[in-house]
């Protein structure tokens, strides 16, 4: 089985601050591991995945997570925070075992960020 | 390129009324899926597609249907709603590729509510 935890419902940070946005997860073998960004009245859009190689991923609109596999886990990251970023961000994990036939992405409950001007 | 619509975009429902909510990808992929999503509980996938006349479980399927006679429909059928089903409903379709993992892409979402 794979799991997902978002620990944070809500973060606030001020604008221009770094921001974290925490997730952690459970998968049998190794992990295919996605943040997705929700902005009011859309659906989710994707920002960045790991898939393997280098623990540090580089994504869309300046974000970036830290793959730890020892921690398991995988945090959201962004040098410098701006109020556009207010949204509700989701952490998801696929079993890189579970073979293309049962192609099913496990996702976190979200985090709602805010950045306060 | 509009990539995943769904119509409608709001619904209200009657208990016991049926209706079908339609998924379109016009990006070639094989895999589709509908999640439901409701506060405090993330997404939830209910049932999903691996390809044309293809339809599997996912986590929530009890009191829903699937069809997909089109690779680029995915339709997605309550055939008597309950107040439970309110939700807001999100169709995603990806690639299938083998040793990577392709993201999948939403749609903007259908708001329901089963009064």
């Known amino acids: 089985a794979q799991s997902v935890a978002q620990p944070e419902d809500q973060v606030n940070v001020a604008e221009g601050n770094p921001l974290t946005v925490k997730c952690t997860y459970s998968?049998?073998?190794?992990?295919?591991l996605f943040w997705y960004v929700q902005y009011p009245n859309r659906g989710l859009q994707f920002l960045l995945k790991?898939?393997?190689?280098?623990?540090l991923v580089k994504g869309s609109y300046g974000f970036e997570a830290e793959f730890n596999k020892s921690q398991t886990s995988f945090h959201l990251k962004k040098p410098s925070a701006l109020v556009s970023d207010s949204a509700l961000y989701f952490c998801?994990?696929?079993?890189?075992?579970?073979?293309?036939?049962?192609?099913?992405?496990?996702f976190g409950k979200g985090t709602k960020l805010s950045v306060i001007p | 390129n509009a990539g995943v619509t769904q119509t409608p975009k709001f619904r209200v429902l009657k208990t016991g009324q049926s209706m079908t909510l339609l998924c379109a990808q016009d990006m070639n992929h094989e895999y589709m899926y509908w999640y439901r999503q409701d506060p405090g509980m993330g997404l939830r996938l209910i049932h999903y597609s691996v390809g044309e006349g293809t339809t599997a479980k996912g986590e929530v399927p009890d009191g829903y249907n699937v069809s997909r006679l089109k690779k680029q429909n995915f339709l997605l059928g309550l055939e008597s709603a309950a107040p439970s089903q309110t939700s807001v409903y999100f169709c995603?379709?990806?690639?299938?590729?083998?040793?990577?993992?392709?993201?999948?892409?939403f749609g903007d979402g259908t708001r329901l509510s089963i009064l």
């Open positions: 995603a379709s990806s690639y299938l590729t083998r040793g990577t993992n392709q993201p999948q892409h």
């Open positions: 790991y898939i393997t190689g280098d623990n």
């Open positions: 998801a994990v696929r079993d890189m075992n579970s073979g293309a036939g049962s192609y099913q992405l496990t």
């Open positions: 998968v049998s073998g190794n992990p295919y």
